[in-house]
């Protein structure tokens, strides 16, 4: 369902293309939705407690968690493909250092294109390297939920306490028709 | 000139793993890229993502970047 958008005059680059991200839902009730951690300390946990608090607040149908076998490149096409057909939206966490956050970047982009709309959330200090990444692979302005740096040795109270706090921005990338507009 | 806000960025994330970064501009635009003995290994892109991330951070052309990795990291 997603697809791409490139300039008919192929003058467009890299780094100017427009994306436009799979179609949103309304809302996540009822909705299946993937967790992928991507194998970072404290990712699992977050995207554990993210799952709760997605079914408490939104009365998302479930969840399925997967886990990335290496945090720190692209997801296998096999794993996001599994996903797509798997579930109806996705939550990547969590890029919290250079090469993770810009793999989380690109798996979202990766997922998108696929037709599944995904939220990927980094830690604050990695904004410059997912923004960058998400250029490289032609979705320049993709947005992405943030949360305090670092998830790592976070004791698990305060790992919930992300999940809760980034919960609300993390449902507007999945439903929000104007997180569509944004992604030029 | 270079982005001086996109080099703050990236110095930014640089620095949350433990690495430094060091551009000096003349004709071409040299960065160096040095590990802490605090750095996260397999925190820090390979060179080849690298040049395109700072290409767009600092606004040059990627062709005017002369990249230095430190000793052992993947390229």
């Known amino acids: 369902m997603g697809s791409l ?11 100017e293309a427009e994306m436009r991200l799979a179609r949103r839902p309304e809302s996540l009730r009822g909705r299946t939705v993937g967790l992928l951690d991507n194998g970072k300390q404290n990712a699992g946990r977050f995207v554990d407690e993210l799952g709760k608090v997605l ?27 599994d996903l797509h057909d798997s579930v109806e939206l996705v939550v990547i ?7 993770c956050s810009a793999a989380a970047v690109a798996d979202g982009i990766a997922l998108e294109r696929l037709g599944t709309p995904t939220a ?33 040795g976070l004791p698990a109270d305060e790992v919930r306490a992300r999940a809760e706090g980034v ?18 | 000139m270079i982005d001086l806000e996109g080099l703050a960025g990236i110095r930014t994330s640089l620095e ?33 993502v690298m040049v ?7 606004k040059v052309p990627g062709d005017r970047i002369d ?8 390229t």
């Open chain 1, 55 to 81: 079914a408490e607040r939104y009365s998302i149908g479930g969840v399925v968690l997967r886990k990335k076998p290496v945090a720190t490149v692209d997801a296998p096409a096999e794993l996001l493909d």
């Open chain 2, 52 to 58: 395109p991330i700072l290409e767009h951070a600092l």
């Open chain 2, 67 to 74: 990249l230095t990795y430190p000793e052992g990291h993947e």
């Open chain 1, 120 to 152: 990927v959330v980094c830690t604050e200090s990695f904004k410059a390297t997912a923004d960058a990444m998400a250029v490289v692979r032609g979705a320049s302005g993709y947005r992405y939920a943030t949360v305090e740096h670092p998830m790592a």
């Open chain 2, 16 to 48: 949350a793993d433990g690495y430094e970064i060091d551009v000096t501009e003349g004709e071409r635009v040299e960065v160096v890229i040095s590990a802490t003995p605090d750095a996260c290994a397999e925190c820090l892109v390979p060179a080849s």
């Open chain 1, 5 to 15: 958008i490139m300039d008919p005059t192929g003058q467009t680059t890299r780094a």
């Open chain 1, 93 to 99: 966490a969590v890029g919290d250092c250079g090469s």
């Open chain 1, 167 to 184: 919960a609300d921005e993390v449902v507007s990338l999945l439903v929000d028709a104007a997180v569509r507009r944004g992604a030029a």
